[in-house]
């Protein structure tokens, strides 16, 4: 099945700063979502990519869907406390009865000194 | 509306036994799936049913079971627990129109330990 390596694993990163995580897949993806993670909590929706070349941003969070579509980023702009919390990338065969599998990355645990 | 909810939040068992998690999905969903978040790693997926009929299974030994109910709600079944079943059993419901059809929604988990 398909598998994606996401680095890196920790970040600690004093507030203000900026932040990147990193998703990588050997065989060309014909989506990518991210996930965000608090602390105790569950995993949430943040963002589908599908294009080659795709960037979208929400506020200060750029994703981006590399152009061969096997890579994959998340940047954080002048980080926040609130911002805490595990990102996981994650993707899915599209289509047919693989809706609801998704495959996730080990995720990014980003850490905020304020 | 309300989201996905689970049951029990937390619970605590011994090697050998039975455990059985409950997932409503949100309204108007009739996908469910369920993942496995062992501490530390991503999750994992376990199952997914679509219209009470199964249509995907993850890499999990037969001890795992689920189904779904007409109204859409699932069980989990897990036999003869092990310590490493010992997770964050995570119910997620995704809407089946076509656009945003792998989007999930999860629920917020239930905590198993196994003593």
């Known amino acids: 099945g398909q598998q994606v390596m996401q680095i890196p694993q920790y970040q600690h990163v004093q507030e203000g700063e900026d932040f990147t995580t990193y998703c990588n897949s050997s065989?060309?993806?014909?989506?990518i979502q991210w996930y965000k993670q608090r602390p105790g909590g569950h995993p949430v929706f943040l963002i589908q990519?599908?294009?080659?070349?795709e960037v979208k941003k929400q506020k200060r969070l750029t994703f981006q869907f590399g152009e061969a579509k096997k890579n994959s980023s998340l940047h954080i702009t002048a980080t926040q406390t609130t911002d805490v919390g595990t990102y996981f990338c994650?993707?899915?065969?599209?289509?047919?009865?693989?809706?609801?599998?998704?495959?996730f990355g080990q995720g990014t645990i980003l850490t905020v000194h304020p | 509306d309300a989201g996905v909810t689970q049951s029990p939040t937390h619970l605590i068992k011994t090697r050998g036994q039975h455990v059985t998690l409950r997932c409503s999905p949100i309204?108007?969903?009739?996908?469910v799936s369920w993942y496995q978040q062992v501490l530390g790693q991503g999750p994992q997926f376990i199952f997914q049913y679509y219209e009470k009929e199964e249509r995907g299974r993850g890499n999990f030994p037969d001890r795992f079971s689920a189904r779904q109910f007409p109204n859409y709600s699932s069980e989990l079944n897990v036999n003869a627990l092990l310590l490493g079943d010992s997770a964050l059993y995570l119910c997620?419901?995704?809407?089946?129109?076509?656009?945003?059809?792998?989007?999930?929604?999860f629920g917020a988990g239930s905590r198993l330990t196994v003593l």
């Open positions: 990519l599908v294009k080659s070349g």
């Open positions: 997620a419901s995704r809407p089946t129109r076509v656009t945003g059809a792998n989007v999930l929604t």
């Open positions: 994650a993707v899915s065969n599209a289509g047919g009865t693989s809706y609801g599998k998704l495959t």
């Open positions: 065989t060309t993806l014909s989506n």
């Open positions: 309204s108007g969903h009739k996908s």
